[in-house]
């Protein structure tokens, strides 16, 4: 199987050490196409992620994402992984162009809601996160398959990353059910020793997770808190309840019903302790914050679905200001 990953920071390198490590992409068709330092780092260093049992490492094949040429000269992959954060994939999308034929498999594994989430309710996609269709347009909806990360790492350095917890990959077909492709891209990371479990509602899958972390990680950034601490302030914790009660209506709405209560996903949260927000760490870093698909998508699918959202509007309002004020959102 020919495996390219896009984007080799926490995430992709994440995949990518693992992948490369087992053996599970063989005869050198494992391939990263990364920029700038990160490309630097995996050409010295290979893939590295530090862990609590020590460092992996593995050989890495890379392609300047920036070479046009070096990305055609790869040739149609089988599987393509998508693991930039989701404000950039508007510029990458129309670049890996030559990766996909009839049979590539796409699977971003990215965080929030992705850009083909709303054509399954509104037939039209998102304008917070696919702007213009252009992403769709670039990437066929046929070709993908939606996935969902369960896992905690960060970058201490270009093409280091740091894994704290959780091996879990959710994967499935957008429209729902089980298929041959779905069965092989999981039986490819449960081979490299990943939690992978094929899903038969992976939309549902994406709303669970993005209902827990849509309100804790844009709270932590605007305040520098960690995870423990917004859950420890009863106010913040009512108005993260608030909104949370919001997204589940809309979820009622577009087929994505929550059973559970804010309350009990809090004491989820809480068994991870006093961890960074992916959010909280992309602001001390000086990156762009990945609000849209967080919080703006939420607030747009509730206008198109008729479910008010007071709460949601006062976070993606005091979001998007701290993140304009602090340079890591566009103002227009």
């Known amino acids: 199987m020919k495996v390219c990953i896009v984007g080799a920071g926490a995430i992709g390198g994440f995949l990518g050490v693992r992948l490369a490590g087992a053996g599970a992409a063989e005869d050198g068709s494992l391939t990263a196409l990364a920029r700038g330092a ?101 990437i066929p909806q046929h070709l993908v398959l939606g996935c969902v990360v369960h896992a905690s790492t960060s970058t201490a350095e270009p093409g280091l990353v740091v894994h704290k917890m959780g091996q879990g990959l959710i994967i499935g077909e957008p429209a729902g059910g089980v298929s041959g492709r779905a069965r092989r891209v999981v039986a490819l990371f449960a081979r490299a020793g990943f939690s992978a479990t094929l899903s038969e509602r992976i939309r549902y899958d994406i709303w669970y997770k993005l209902w827990g972390n849509m309100t804790t990680n844009p709270v932590s950034a605007m305040t520098g808190a960690t995870a423990d601490r917004v859950l420890d302030d009863p106010l913040v914790a009512r108005f993260c309840i608030s909104a949370m009660h919001e997204a589940a209506a809309i979820g009622r709405r577009i087929g994505c019903v929550i059973d559970e209560t804010p309350e009990d996903r809090h004491k989820v949260t809480r068994k991870l302790g006093a961890f ?21 998508a939420v607030r747009e699918i509730g206008q198109r679905v008729g479910v008010a959202t007071p709460n949601i509007d006062a976070l993606l309002g005091l979001t998007r200001l701290f993140a304009r004020t602090h340079g890591l959102y566009p103002d227009a």
Request: aromatic residues 4%; charged residues 15%.
């Open 38 to 138: 990160t490309l630097a780092a995996l050409r010295e260093h290979g893939w590295r992620m530090q862990t609590a049992d020590g460092l992996l490492q593995a050989p890495a094949a890379t392609v300047d994402a920036a070479s046009p040429a070096g990305i055609a000269a790869l040739g149609v992959q089988d599987l393509v992984i998508i693991a930039v954060k989701g404000q950039s994939l508007g510029a990458v999308a129309p670049t890996i162009a030559p990766l996909l034929g009839p049979d590539t498999v796409v699977l971003p594994a990215m965080n929030g809601v992705p850009w083909w989430f709303g054509e399954g309710f509104t037939g039209t996609p998102l304008a917070s996160v696919a702007p213009g269709g252009r992403i769709a347009a670039a």
């Open 276 to 296: 960074k927000t992916s959010m909280l760490q992309d602001a001390e870093a000086g990156r762009p914050m990945e609000i849209d698909a967080l919080v703006s």
